[in-house]
């Protein structure tokens, strides 16, 4: 298995894409915090080296992020290949089923898991989510409302969150 990589440019900024032929497994904004850290565990997870090379893949990820940055789009259908731990995978589902321009907090999404106290767990899973934006880890925020936790930066996860809330009034 190899996996692909291509840097695909967003009114927010760079953004790194990797594919293997499932899908997408990694999504980025490239000065993210950690990203080296993300692209090492990724390839490591899948015992596969990370190539500059093009796949299916990204041509219709880069056609719908257009389309979401434009407002025309609120659910990705994209392929995803997604990599993690059971409880992260639980956590990453949950993630892709908060609505469209609404916001959780941390503590509703453990109790969504049907597990109160797993806060922090959930807080984590969320930080080392893999792929931005497809997963909207941005629809979470803390108990008292504010932004927090967002590792491609508050100001990009009030932007998203703001393009969103533009797109259904």
């Known amino acids: 298995m190899k996996i692909y990589r291509k840097i695909i440019q967003t009114p927010l900024g760079e953004m790194i894409a990797c594919a293997v032929d499932e899908g997408i ?4 904004f490239t000065d993210r915090k950690n ?5 090492t565990s ?6 596969s080296e990370i190539v500059e090379k093009d796949h299916q893949h990204f041509n219709a990820l880069e ?6 940055f434009k407002g025309e789009r609120i659910r990705f259908n994209v392929p995803l ?5 059971e409880f992260q995978q639980k956590v990453w589902q949950l993630l892709r089923e908060i609505p469209f321009g609404e916001m959780r907090t941390y503590k509703q999404q453990s109790e969504f898991l049907g597990n109160p106290k797993a806060i922090r767990a959930v807080g984590t899973a969320n930080g080392i989510n893999k792929i931005a934006i497809l997963i909207p880890c941005h629809r979470v925020i803390g108990s008292n409302g504010e932004l927090v ?3 491609g930066g508050i100001w990009r996860k009030q932007k998203l969150l703001e393009l969103e809330k533009a797109i259904l009034f």
């Open 42 to 47: 990724l390839s490591k997870s899948l015992s």
């Open 149 to 151: 936790g967002y590792a």
């Open 25 to 28: 497994c990694l999504l980025e």
């Open 35 to 39: 990203i080296q850290k993300q692209l």
């Open 63 to 68: 056609k719908k992020l257009q389309e979401y």
């Open 81 to 85: 290949f997604i990599t993690g731990t």
